[in-house]
């Protein structure tokens, strides 16, 4: 992974390498990864963050292209991460030419869905 950093214009947010705990007294790491910013949209915003990452993934293709096939690189993921209000229910629609773009790139997607605070949905 470090062999890959190095010639990465875009600095990571984060790093963690297979076999470190994530802090004293937790699990060790199973596996090594990068997490990179691709969206500085608010966490309730998916719409903002799905335009921004298509950005993301269109100014920086060659790169995560490498970063897929780079020795040692087991998986690509992009996260989004939302919240849910209550009762819980939800639906997220992805753009077509985002998809497209992830599969380009053998990038997978996920989504971390949050339930909000009900005091912030008007139910408390």
């Given at each position: 992974?470090?062999?890959?950093?190095?010639?990465?214009?875009?600095?990571?947010?984060?790093?963690?390498?297979?076999?470190?705990?994530?802090s004293q007294?937790?699990?060790?790491?199973?596996?090594?990864?990068?997490?990179?910013?691709?969206?500085?949209?608010?966490?309730?915003?998916?719409p903002?963050?799905?335009?921004?990452?298509?950005?993301?993934?269109?100014?920086?293709?060659?790169?995560?292209?490498?970063?897929?096939?780079?020795?040692?690189?087991?998986?690509v993921?992009?996260?989004f991460?939302?919240?849910?209000?209550p009762?819980?229910?939800?639906?997220?629609?992805?753009?077509?030419s985002?998809?497209?773009?992830?599969?380009?790139?053998?990038?997978?997607?996920?989504?971390?869905?949050?339930?909000s605070?009900?005091?912030?949905?008007?139910?408390?």
């Open positions: 992974m470090e062999a890959f950093l190095v010639q990465c214009r875009v600095a990571p947010l984060n790093t963690w390498k297979k076999g470190e705990k994530k007294g937790a699990s060790a790491n199973k596996t090594s990864g990068v997490r990179f910013q691709v969206s500085d949209a608010e966490f309730s915003d998916l903002t963050q799905i335009s921004d990452a298509l950005a993301f993934l269109q100014a920086h293709r060659e790169w995560l292209t490498k970063l897929v096939s780079f020795p040692g690189v087991e998986r993921v992009a996260d991460g939302t919240e849910s209000k009762p819980y229910w939800a639906s997220f629609v992805f753009e077509p985002l998809l497209v773009a992830l599969g380009e790139a053998g990038i997978a997607l996920e989504l971390s869905v949050y339930p605070s009900e005091s912030e949905a008007g139910y408390a």
